[in-house]
């Protein structure tokens, strides 16, 4: 039993309360370098200097190193005290505070887990400052020559702490979180000139006279030949950077970089905005890359929510958010999204003979013959079918986007290969290959959202149909009427564990027979709890009414579906995420063929 003198409520030691902040504000490593770097900028600094030293399991030492305006002698002191900063006075100062500091808790808490040393010095005075703080405690203070600026290197990290320690990954994973924070400080401070050695080694190099986009083709060129330059205001709120082309997603949000008033966040709602605003251009699980600088009233925003202050809230956040995914969509809807074949994809799908063969076999091409040359048609009742799908999907285009601008330039016709892909060329001689079942897809897809907006979700169908479900699924069915019901289906119980559906969406027409139908329905309530059901319903929908891939098309009806999906909105994929156009440009095949 807890005797009642354990109970009793008291007021922690100072040791104790710093190394409980400590544990708040430095996690790991690249925690310490993110907080004095961060100093370093709001000191004005305009070269900062990181350096890491590492033993064969950790990390030993860290030292950064700034031009910027140092601390006079008298206040140096005071700066290793919680709570002591000269970014703010009072609560009311957080509504006008453009610095990244102002809590004044980042030089306390890492001078309570580790052995400190700094040197700084202010222009104007004649000598620097040094001073020797371990565990929280002064050891030395004394004048030194210095230039100026502050230098502060941090060693036997956590050793106050040891517990913390065994929480760290492998010193691999710790350099490379290092590595990354420090990039992401070259990306959202261009101007800034920054040094990163790892054991005397330079690792990584800013020049502060670059911009955003430079900074980001020095540090990941492979990424940034995919990216596209974003711009947009609204309202007081300034948004600017990079975000990927659908080709490039990651799976996860750890490449969706956000910095707002200078201030480097971590934020799911802005993560979900971005991806908003890619909609089904990208798959569902799927993340593009971003990098973004936002600048907003700083009263607007507030900062004071986390120790890291990684973490903000924004006022009339929902109005901020849409901002975000409006941006991005039209970003989007301004660029060629069209797919391209990479060097890599390249180099799979064609080799040079000495480097395809072994010495064994001849390096002659050979020619594969089809065994069973001759021409394929499609069937009649295939053309009817495909027809029909054609017919329905044109009969809905809207007029004003059959007699607008196209969302790609016109393509001419080559004909079809594998009974899937339509082949295609531009004016420029571009190779031009597309998904016919995506592309119809995509075409079905967005007449269905269209109706949706419209109110003529539905169209009674000539015959009503009557479908059994299982007694799981009848569960379902109940529940999720109304959402069904949204959808255009006009379903309603007709006996035991049966339904007649009387309509479905007008996108499907009047002819699915009974088992597409029930197809549908059941794979709606498969995927029925799905936080996004609408969508879900609606791209099924989409899926089942397209023409699939495997059937042969005339030239007439290839014709149609690359005419009909340039009229989409986003032509460029499905519903789902996948590509419906792939481009072969001019200069690739010259390339392929050693014309070049």
Not at 256 to 265: E, P, S, T
């Amino acid at each position: 039993m807890t005797s009642v003198s354990s109970t009793r409520i008291r007021i922690l030691d100072g040791e104790t309360v710093n190394q409980i902040a400590a544990g708040e504000v430095v996690e790991r490593p690249a925690s310490i370098v993110k907080e004095l770097i961060e100093n370093a900028i709001d000191a004005g600094a305009a070269q900062i200097t990181v350096e890491i030293s590492s033993s064969r399991k950790e990390v030993s030492r860290i030292r950064i190193i700034d031009d910027g305006h140092g601390i006079p002698a008298g206040e140096v002191p005071l700066a290793f005290l919680p709570h002591a900063t000269s970014k703010i006075q009072t609560a009311e100062d957080l509504n006008t505070c453009r610095t990244l500091g102002f809590r004044g808790e980042a030089l306390a808490s890492i001078a309570a887990i580790a052995y400190v040393t700094m040197v700084t010095r202010p222009q104007g005075e004649e000598a620097g400052t040094r001073v020797i703080i371990s565990g929280g405690e002064v050891l030395e203070q004394g004048a030194i020559g210095a230039p100026v600026g502050t230098t502060l290197t941090i060693e036997e990290i956590f050793f106050t702490t040891p517990a913390r320690r065994k929480f760290l990954k492998s010193l691999a994973t710790e350099l490379s979180r290092l590595s990354s924070v420090i990039e992401v400080f070259c990306l959202f401070y261009p101007e800034i000139t920054f040094r990163y050695l790892l054991n005397g080694q330079e690792k990584i190099t800013s020049h502060g006279t670059r911009t955003l986009g430079e900074v980001l083709r020095a540090l990941r060129p492979d990424e940034a030949v995919q990216m596209l330059s974003i711009k947009g205001e609204d309202h007081g709120i300034s948004l600017e950077g990079y975000i990927s082309h659908p080709e490039l997603i990651k799976q996860n949000t750890q490449r969706i970089l956000i910095a707002v008033n200078g201030r480097m966040i971590v934020s799911s709602r802005i993560s979900g905005a971005i991806r908003g605003g890619y909609g089904t251009l990208i798959p569902s699980y799927s993340f593009p890359v971003a990098v973004l600088v936002i600048t907003l009233d700083p009263a607007r925003v507030d900062a004071n929510i986390h120790p890291t202050k990684r973490e903000i809230r924004i006022s009339d956040e929902s109005e901020f958010l849409k901002f975000i995914t409006s941006t991005v969509k039209e970003t989007l809807q301004r660029n060629d999204l069209s797919h391209s074949v990479s060097v890599t994809e390249r180099s799979e799908l064609i080799q040079s003979p000495d480097t395809q063969m072994s010495d064994s076999v001849s390096s002659e091409y050979h020619v594969r013959m089809s065994p069973l040359p001759g021409v394929h048609e499609a069937s009649l009742a295939g053309y009817r079918t495909t027809a029909r799908q054609l017919r329905q999907s044109r009969l809905q285009m809207e007029p004003a986007d059959s007699a607008g601008e196209p969302r790609f330039p016109s393509l001419t016709y080559i004909g079809q290969v594998a009974a899937t892909y339509l082949l295609a060329s531009n004016e420029a001689g571009d190779l031009i290959l597309i998904d016919q079942h995506a592309a119809h897809e995509r075409v079905r897809y967005d007449q269905l959202k269209r109706e949706q907006r419209e109110g003529t979700l539905s169209q009674e169908l000539l015959v009503p149909v009557v479908l059994s479900f299982s007694p799981s699924e009848v569960h379902l069915l109940t529940e999720l009427k109304s959402d069904l019901e949204e959808e255009g289906f006009h379903i309603e119980p007709f006996g035991k564990d049966t339904w007649c559906v009387r309509g479905v969406p007008v996108v499907l027409g009047r002819s699915e027979d009974p088992e597409a139908i029930k197809e549908i329905i059941s794979g709606i309530l498969t995927g029925g709890q799905e936080s996004r059901m609408h969508e879900s319903v609606s791209r099924l929908v989409a899926c089942r009414g397209a023409v699939k891939a495997g059937v042969i098309l005339t030239p007439e009806q290839g014709e149609e579906i690359i005419s009909q999906l340039s009229y989409t909105a986003e032509p460029y994929t499905c519903p789902h995420g996948r590509p419906t156009i792939v481009s072969f440009s001019r200069v690739k095949l010259e390339e392929l063929f050693r014309r070049r």
